[in-house]
T-cell receptor, first 111, second 110 residues
């Protein structure tokens, strides 16, 4: 049972445009959400997070939106750059040590 | 800067061998984790440890064991490697909030 779902395995976006990566979750006990970026042959690196008491968090070109009623979060990257090409994982936590990760979305930013 | 290191980047082992994957973190984090990453399956938690000598099973612990004798070191053990354990193995540590990942070990079991 996949509690955190990323339904788009891949996404291609033109450089300079907006990239929108989506993530859905099923467990209403999740209260902390994160996005990680992963390049090939490297470990994931933390990108941005959001607590369930907020509906938006922004850090430079990256903004995460949380819609609790829809159990949906999204990551917006504006403007997209070729160096953003990577696999993006969303993750969720519900007050325990464990994070549940999604299956990832491969973003390709075309120059 | 938090540093999480893993003993090998690439490893090739034979079926039935005992395999040790080592992970060391330098930030005095209490929580440490082992994941495996497979295409289409994302990151799946194998085991985690919330303190020295303390461990809990994750979602896919079968065929694996772990050891945490010192706070900075968390070892993953494949008692008898099998071909379905060919994967990318990622170690992470955390004190609060985000997890910090090591570079990963690409293990191939022949």
């Amino acid at each position: 049972d996949q509690q955190v779902k990323q339904n788009s395995p891949s996404l291609s976006v033109q450089e300079g445009r907006i990239s929108i990566l989506n993530c859905d979750y099923t467990n209403s006990m999740f209260d902390y959400f994160l996005w990680y970026k992963k390049y090939p042959a490297e470990g994931p690196t933390f990108l941005i997070s959001i607590s369930s008491i907020k509906d938006k968090n922004e850090d430079g070109r990256f903004t995460v939106f949380l819609n609790k009623s829809a159990k949906h979060l999204s990551l917006h990257i504006v403007p997209s750059q070729p160096g953003d090409s990577a696999v993006y994982f969303c993750a969720a936590s519900g007050g325990t040590y464990k994070y549940i990760f999604g299956t990832g979305t491969r973003l390709k930013v075309l120059a | 800067d938090v540093k999480v290191t893993q003993s090998s980047r690439y490893l090739v082992k034979r079926t039935g061998e005992k395999v040790f994957l080592e992970c060391v973190q330098d930030m005095d984090h209490e929580n440490m984790f082992w994941y495996r990453q497979d295409p289409g399956l994302g990151l799946r938690l194998i085991y985690f440890s919330y303190d020295v000598k303390m461990k809990e099973k994750g979602d896919i612990p079968e065929g694996y064991s772990v050891s945490r004798e010192k706070k900075e070191r968390f070892s993953l053990i494949l008692e008898s490697a099998s071909t379905n354990q060919t994967s990318m193995y990622l170690c992470a540590s955390r004190i609060i909030g985000e997890q910090f990942f090591g570079p990963g070990t690409r293990l191939t079991v022949l």
